[in-house]
């Protein structure tokens, strides 16, 4: 009875001392990862009459998954010289990144190398998200969180191709991997505007193409490093 109680998990404790929070921003990967590897398959018939390149359709899952499985066996040993955080930030990156690129793609060629850069990063985020639970919380409750990942990774498979389809049908198939539009220097075409979930406006200013995507690759980094646990401003 007694290590019963002890092998439980407290979740009031955890979500006191801020560790809940820190599992679900880890187990974010697996969530994103799962979703993407079946969403995939109902975006198809969608993706394929925008961008063609039916002969290679198929290996939108396979090179997805040849980099995940390449990443998430680098990721396991690259705790080992660099530090985790850093590495959650830089599978972060990869995955953001594929994602842009895919959701931006302008023929099948373009999304493949979005899906290899996707998955390099997926792949990672879920190798790292096992080694985080190991590192960052007692040995005694590491059953219940991995059967916890196992769950999330379960939902999300299931989910994927609904969302998918709800997507390709509400949207576009490019929501599936979300897309950021900047506009020129009159403005975007109100068409634009309304499709659009939200907008984000730096200033008043007008500033150049290559500055404002840095603008916004500076602003996805620091969303990404806060998450993670740094600070915004270091002393």
Known sequence: MTQDKANRVDWRALWASGDLARFCFISLGILLHATNETMVATI??????DLAGVQVV????????????????????MVSYV????????????YSTGALVCASAPSMQAFLAGRLIEGLGGG?????AFVSVERLFPRAIWPQLFGLMSAIWGVAAFSGPMLGALMAELLSWRW????????????????????ARS??????????HALARAMLAEQLYRAVTILAGSPYHRD
């Open 124 to 128: 990672a985020l879920v190798s790292l």
């Open 199 to 208: 907008t984000l406006a730096f200033g008043p200013q007008t500033w150049p």
């Open 83 to 94: 530090a985790l955080r850093s590495n959650v930030m830089v599978a972060a990156l990869l």
């Open 58 to 77: 198929g290996w939108s899952l396979a090179i997805y998954e040849l980099g995940a499985i390449v990443a998430g066996a680098a990721a396991g040993r």
């Open 44 to 49: 198809m018939p969608a993706m394929v009459g």
């Open 176 to 195: 599936a991997f979300g897309v950021f539009v900047i506009g020129g220097a009159d403005g975007l075409d109100e068409s634009v505007r309304r499709a």
